[in-house]
């Protein structure tokens, strides 16, 4: 029985502040106008005299039994309603922007204000007999069957919360399933997967665990070829022993079931139509078909835009086969998968045949255009103070070949000029063409085994090349080629393996200038040396993130990579043996050693209102030897930039305490050969698709030991902390889910290459000075979350 208590507090508002000595004339003004701004933020000034603002409300639990108290709270905190406005520090700014727009608003702006804001909740608006009960029934669907709430009304000046106390016994708990199926396949079928089942001795009562196992139930049976049967056709019959407070249950049949969900239907005809419209939906059935694989499809060769050979490696429907709901998501999932269709749908009928239990199945197909063409316009602007556009154009042919082979030329150019510093005249340009052919399938000289995964695999062939010129030092020409495999698991777990991945860079017209720079830093000049390197990549990816409703999400990506063993080997074999000394060369070009390795983990905690917390933790090592002596330039490990220490410069971090400038790197950063970063990220909403974000980064990059060259400390386990450089700021994102523009504003708080007794400079924060703001904030503006 629940009873209503309304409990009034009488004593006077007290103002959170404090406030010692005289203020003065400017002082007490602007207090007293901030305490106006503070009481209208919290929405309570313009209540009526008997109206109060509904603050939300608790949850109490009495039990004498060891019960799991935060379960059942939360489980009860579901049933509460209404919720309440949101608060920012005891002030709702949104109510305060509904309440702006007046009771009657007229004007654009008022209409516009009201929308955007929130109307007050107030404690006239809670039915607590109500939610009382609800509480009640959600305790009950967890086990608590003999529980009961009551409510009190706890009342303030302005506002008032409701207190929900539940009285509560112990739980029930699961004693035993025993199955009484009437339908003997059916239970033969159930009984062999019972080990499987949800509902385990012992454990807590719960609805929703009956209900999942009718699902379980329901999936098994379905991939045994009953597509007819439905969850609702099980029934749990159960016996409660108040004396144990445990629950037995015995599964059955509903009665009066209809044939049809009795029997195990096999496919009969498979119908395929890739190119299905809406418009042409109605055409005359009389249509010539062209049979594959006992496979029949809609129109005549020449109307074939894919191959049918190429389709039928993704249908796992197939004629006189049982029907299962597995095969049934496989072929779905792998038609659309395959990048050639906007729509994919799967039309199941009773075929026309004198036995029961026979389906045909129609496949719908609605094509997409063979050809897209797209085009970028960005505006690239880098920490060496180059600033200029950047056009990247590209065709896609979706059907290359008629095999559903996605067949990308794409042509980007930039031109970057020095508006500041020493040297402003300088400017450099770059064009980069590109090929890259994708295949729906596993290209390999030996035969590799079909998943049966609802992911097509993907073979990569990708042929590039880069021009950059860089004016008064350099022209550097850049060949690429890749041959690799993707494929998925499941939607969680991706691989990506590339067994041949070869390119060769080369250096001509080189300044004097450029060549100074170079005698003046040798890891600079090492590391464009060697520039020609063949090796291979493996890289696995574990993605949370697609997976909705999960509180908490996990990211996890790592990645092996090594090049030139195979060319020492075969300088080995040869009665050559590599070395950094004097390294070996292949066509008249040395060849880069090295093995690298990478992890790269992240967590997401989502909270129920949408905003999140975000943690990052990046570790890569690198190692050259054999043949090499230092990591090729584009191997090595950066620090700093938007998508890493936004603090700092991109790429202007390390190696270890060194630091970056202008005068002794020029326009080249300079990487390393470890790398540990660290991200802390708590992402807000702010107004509707404006987000706003608080972070704090960490990290650095390092040199080996083994490494020749000197620049900075190289890495050790006992100095290494106090190297790291940090990072904290605020971010503002336009997030339009398929779009997200982000401005984050970063300052430094640790800088490693200041002594050791200097690199905290948080006591020379001074956003007031002009010279600090221009010397330390950084304006990071970047397409996409950071991590």
Same mark, same amino acid.
């Given at each position: ?6 409990? %009034? ?26 305490? +106006? $701004? ?97 509480? &009640? ?46 339908? &003997? ?46 969850? &609702? ?28 969900? !009795? ?29 594959? %694989? ?40 792998? !038609? ?15 075929? &026309? ?129 890749? +041959? ?29 200038? $450029? ?38 999400? +996990? ?69 050259? +030897? ?10 090595? $490990? ?37 790398? !540990? ?61 398929? $779009? ?48």
């Amino acid at each position: 029985m629940n009873k209503k208590k309304n409990i %009034q507090d009488k004593s006077n508002f007290c103002s959170p502040l404090g406030v010692r000595g005289s203020l003065g004339v400017r002082g007490s003004l602007f207090f007293i106008i901030f305490l +106006y $701004f503070l009481v209208g933020c919290t929405a309570t000034h313009h209540l009526q005299k008997d109206e109060r603002l509904y603050t939300g409300a608790v949850i109490k639990l009495e039990t004498t039994e060891k019960v799991n108290k935060g379960f059942i709270i939360s489980v009860a905190e579901e049933a509460v309603r209404p919720i309440p406005n949101k608060s920012y520090l005891g002030m709702r700014p949104k109510v305060m922007i509904y309440q702006a727009a007046g009771e009657n608003p007229r004007s654009a702006l008022q209409k516009w204000l009201q929308k955007s804001g929130e109307a007050p909740v107030l404690i006239t608006d809670v039915k607590p007999a109500v939610t009382a009960a609800i509480i &009640d029934a959600q305790l009950f669907n967890v086990g608590l069957f003999n529980s009961y709430t009551e409510y009190k009304i706890a009342e303030k000046k302005h506002t008032a919360k409701i207190i929900y106390t539940s009285h509560i016994q112990k739980p029930y708990v699961f004693k035993n399933l025993i199955y009484n199926i009437s339908d &003997d396949s059916i239970s033969r079928l159930i009984l062999s997967e019972k080990e499987n089942t949800l509902i385990k001795p012992g454990e807590d009562y719960k609805l929703e665990t009956l209900k999942n196992e009718r699902i379980r139930i329901d999936n098994l049976l379905k991939n045994k070829g009953y597509f007819y049967f439905n969850p &609702d056709y099980l029934l749990f019959k159960a016996d409660t022993s108040s004396v144990d407070h445990s629950i037995s249950f015995i599964l059955t049949l509903k009665e009066d079931i209809s044939k049809n969900a !009795l029997t195990p239907y096999h496919i009969h005809n498979v119908f395929i139509n890739q190119n299905y419209s809406l418009e042409k939906a109605k055409d005359e059935p009389s249509r010539d078909t062209v049979i594959s %694989q006992n496979a029949v499809f809609l129109g005549n060769d020449s109307d074939m835009n894919i191959r049918t050979k190429v389709i039928m490696r993704s249908v796992y429907l197939r004629k006189n086969e049982i029907y299962s709901r597995e095969n049934h998501t496989i072929t779905l999932n792998r !038609l659309m998968s395959m990048g050639n269709f906007k729509f994919v749908q799967l039309k199941f009928s009773d075929a &026309d045949t004198t036995a029961l239990g026979y389906l045909n199945v129609t496949i719908l197909m609605t094509p997409m255009t063979n050809y897209s063409f797209r085009a970028e316009l960005d505006m690239v602007s880098k920490s060496n103070n180059y600033t200029g556009p950047r056009l990247d154009v590209s065709l896609l042919n979706r059907n290359a070949f008629k095999g559903a082979e996605l067949l990308n030329l794409s042509m980007a150019g930039s031109f970057e000029a020095q508006l500041s510093g020493v040297d402003k005249n300088l400017f450099s340009y770059s064009i980069n063409p590109q090929l890259e052919l994708t295949l729906p399938r596993f290209l390999a000289p030996f035969n590799v085994k079909p998943t049966n995964s609802i992911w097509v695999p993907k073979t990569r062939f990708l042929l590039s090349y880069n021009f950059m010129k860089r004016m008064d030092y350099f022209d550097m020409s850049t060949f690429q080629f890749l +041959y690799g495999f993707k494929w998925k698991k499941d939607i969680r777990n991706e691989h990506e393996f590339n067994p041949v991945s070869v390119s060769y860079t080369s250096l001509a017209n080189k300044s004097t200038e $450029f060549l100074a720079l170079l005698d003046a830093n040798p890891y600079l000049e090492k590391s464009y040396e060697e520039q020609f390197i063949a090796g291979g990549s493996y890289s696995y990816t574990y993605n949370e993130q697609v997976v909705n409703g999960k509180k908490i999400q +996990y990211f996890f990506n790592t990645k092996i990579e090594t090049a030139g063993n195979l060319f020492s080997l075969i300088k080995i074999i040869g009665g050559e043996k590599p070395n950094s000394v004097t390294p070996s060369k292949i066509a008249g070009s040395v060849y880069s050693q090295y093995a690298s390795l990478s992890l790269d983990g992240r967590a997401y905690y989502n909270f129920k209102d949408e905003n999140k917390i975000a943690l990052r933790l990046f570790t890569g090592i690198a190692q050259s +030897y054999g043949n090499s002596s230092t990591l090729p330039y584009s191997k090595q $490990f950066f620090s700093g930039g938007p998508n890493s220490i936004r603090a700092f410069q991109i790429n202007s971090l390390g190696p270890g305490t060194y630091e970056q400038t202008t005068a002794n790197t020029g326009f080249l950063q300079l990487g390393g050969d470890i790398k !540990l970063e660290m991200n802390a990220e708590y992402r807000f909403g702010i107004y509707q698709f404006v987000k706003g974000a608080l972070f704090l980064d960490a990290g650095n990059v390092w040199l080996q030991k083994s490494n020749p060259t000197n620049i900075g400390n190289p890495f050790a386990f006992n100095s290494f902390i106090n190297e790291l450089a940090v990072g904290t700021g605020i971010g503002l994102r336009f997030d339009v889910s398929f $779009f997200v523009l982000r401005f984050d504003l970063a300052m430094p708080l640790r800088k490693p290459w200041l002594p050791d007794n200097e690199r905290w400079v948080t006591n020379q924060i001074d956003f007031l000075s002009p010279t600090w703001r221009t010397e330390n904030l950084i304006l990071n503006i970047a397409i996409g979350y950071p991590f």
